[in-house]
């Protein structure tokens, strides 16, 4: 009985810990030299800065130069931008990679695009 209780806790352990990776918190450096491959590149996108709580990242949220608003572009980044807070208007150019198969950047809803994103320039706006 004893026994069975160690495994079950050392179990638990193993999965909590394995659930804590460093590819689940904003700062890791793994996630920033993932090889991916280019989708395209962006020159002066306006943007919001906002923060992925399910993700553990910043990102840059715009919609397409369409009329429509059913379709959303996150363009996940390494880290924060200097000078630039939550909820800022930016004007960005970069570069966006598709994500991995193996990285948990699936869109919940058909719409929503998620892009690893290389900032090359970055601007906070002020109106």
């Known amino acids: 009985m004893k026994t069975t209780k160690i495994i079950c ?11 804590n990776n460093d590819d689940d918190n904003g700062n890791s450096d793994s996630f920033c030299v993932i090889e991916r ?8 996108k306006t943007a919001q800065l ?3 709580d399910s993700k553990n990242k ?3 949220k715009f919609y ?3 009329s429509s608003i059913d379709e959303v572009t996150f363009c996940v980044l390494c880290n924060k931008p200097e000078g630039v807070a939550v ?3 930016v004007k ?3 570069e966006l990679f598709f994500f991995n198969s ?13 892009y690893f994103t290389k900032i090359e320039q970055i601007q906070k706006l002020t109106f």
């Open 37 to 44: 491959t280019l989708n395209e590149s962006i020159t002066e």
């Open 92 to 94: 960005f150019t970069g």
């Open 64 to 66: 397409p130069n369409s």
């Open 102 to 114: 193996n990285e948990n950047f699936n869109p919940p809803i058909g719409g929503l695009n998620y």
């Open 58 to 60: 910043y990102a840059l």
């Open 9 to 19: 806790i050392m179990f638990f352990a193993l999965i909590i810990n394995s659930c």
């Open 50 to 52: 906002i923060y992925l």
């Open 87 to 89: 909820d800022d208007a």
